[in-house]
């Protein structure tokens, strides 16, 4: 009987709107070693998938080699498990259904798993962050998007076509004048509390507004920076976050009063802004959550760097895939 060689390695890809990042991670959750490279330069799929399928292969080969890797996991946004496809991804160049697993799989001839960004997000803070132990927990990503997964019964719930917990496009505003979110959809909870929704509310207060503020003729304005004047007592950049806040608790009094988790995880850049977000965002989440849970949900920050969980995720994803290789 011939010796049964074990692979100890998987590759985890977190594939953001800038910026690709794929590492090798051993069964400890260790980063060998990782690399990157920009997203947008490669509009066209079949030349994104060259280029990520190379990279992977020469950070492989001067790594322990090919034969030591399992499989692979990606993270990508509007990716379904179900089918191992970007479907609609209205942030990314690439439109309509993108069969990336299979793709990358036939240039590779590994088992690959895709799954939702926000999917992988929960699995790494499940694994490797403050959601590790807990059974019913949320995890909101807000950055360009903002996207999210839940854990029920310590299983995380995808749905039939594994869409489930796509909190940020639930309206929150069906008025006529409700913003035109990304997803063609109006007042979608993206359109207020992502990054562009942040400009936005950036453009309506200061129309509403004679007083002086730093962000008046700034010309690379970002969540970041207001959050900086806000820090520096801009009272107009102050009044741009209380707005986000108070929408965003709104979405998440309606997502906790349904799944009723012990913890909602916030998670992505425009978490960091810190109290001029959370405080406007805490008030109004105990206003409009359901009062049998109000007081008994946590709301927390991720502690983990966001790129690095999201690998570390999407390498926690490819181990529950089941082994293939075209080079057995």
């Known amino acids: 009987m011939g010796d049964i060689q074990i692979k100890n390695r998987v590759v985890g890809v977190d594939i953001s709107i800038e910026r690709t990042t794929y590492a090798i ?9 990782e690399g990157g490279f ?5 509009p066209n799929i079949n030349d994104y998938v060259a280029k990520l399928t190379d990279s992977i292969l020469e950070l492989v080969e001067a790594n322990g080699g090919y034969e030591s890797i399992r499989s692979i996991g990606i993270s990508a946004p509007s990716a379904s498990s179900v089918n191992g496809s970007i479907v609609n991804a209205p942030n990314l160049p690439w439109k309509g259904m993108i069969p990336l697993a299979a793709m990358v799989r036939d240039r590779l001839g590994l088992a690959v798993a895709v799954a939702n960004d926000a999917h992988i997000s929960a699995l790494g803070e499940k694994a490797y962050g403050i959601a590790h132990g807990m059974k019913d927990f949320i995890v909101i990503n807000i950055g360009v998007g903002l996207g999210s997964c839940f854990f029920s019964a310590n299983h995380e719930h995808q749905g039939s076509g594994g869409f489930a917990g796509e909190i940020g496009h639930t309206c929150i505003d069906d008025s006529d004048s409700a913003r035109v979110c990304a997803c063609g959809k109006r007042g979608c909870l993206e359109a207020y509390c992502a990054a562009k929704g942040i400009l936005r509310t950036v453009e309506e207060v200061l129309a509403e507004s004679d007083k002086p503020s730093l962000m008046r003729g700034h010309e690379h304005l970002s969540p970041k920076i207001i959050a900086g004047f806000c820090e520096q007592g801009d009272k107009l950049a102050i009044e741009v976050y209380r707005r986000t806040g108070y929408k965003l608790g709104i979405g998440l009094a309606n997502y906790a009063s349904i799944v009723d988790p012990e913890a909602i995880i916030l998670a992505g850049g425009i978490s960091r802004a810190g109290k001029w977000l959370l405080d406007p965002a805490y008030e109004s ?6 009062g049998n849970i109000r007081g008994n949900v946590k709301v927390l920050i991720s502690q983990i760097d966001n790129r690095e969980r999201d690998v570390l995720g999407a390498s926690a994803l490819a181990w529950t895939v089941k082994e293939y290789s075209l080079f057995k």
């Open 285 to 290: 989440f105990d206003k409009h959550v359901f």
């Open 25 to 33: 991670v051993d069964v400890r959750g260790n980063i060998i070693a």
């Open 38 to 42: 920009n997203t947008e330069e490669y």
